[in-house]
Structures are given as C-alpha cells and as structure tokens.
C-alpha cells in the first residue's frame, strides 16, 4: 500500500492510497469487520525512510455524526 498528501495549495489537501491487488481483499476484511464491530482499524507505516504518511485510521462513525466527506460513485 502507498500513501501520499497532496497539497493543493487553498488550504485543502489530498489522500492517495495505491493498493496492490492482494490487499485490496484485506481491506474490504477490514472494512466488513467495522462495520460489524463498530471499532477501528489502522493503516500504518514501517516509519523508516522518507517521512510521509505514518498512519491512517479508520474508525466507525455513527450515522448521527456530521461527516466531511463522501464516497464519488
């Protein structure tokens, strides 16, 4: 998996991740598993090398909860 910020210079910044085919079925596991558990999980960096991304969680967010973003379809 890759990680990397792009600033967009307003202020706002991106997330890319590349995902290689055999973690993309561990990562719809994962997301499965939140969902059923309403928990959280990470993606995390070896922390060796270049900085860059270290960490990203994914948590459960109740659907009463306001998001700041939403999935493009």
């Keep these: 998996m890759q990680a ?3 600033d967009f210079k307003t ?7 590349g995902v290689k085919s055999d973690e993309i ?3 719809i596991l994962a997301l499965k598993k939140l969902k ?5 999980f ?5 922390f ?9 969680e994914f ?3 109740s659907e009463k909860q306001n998001g700041n973003l939403e ?3």
Aim: glycine share 16%; charged share 35%; net charge negative.
């Design 71 to 73: 999935i493009e379809r």
């Design 11 to 17: 202020g706002w910044y991106g997330l890319k991740l």
């Design 36 to 40: 059923e558990n309403k928990d959280h």
């Design 25 to 27: 079925d561990v990562l």
């Design 59 to 61: 948590y459960y967010q």
């Design 42 to 46: 990470h993606c995390r960096s070896s």
């Design 4 to 6: 990397d910020l792009e």
């Design 48 to 56: 060796e090398g270049k900085g860059g991304v270290g960490d990203i």
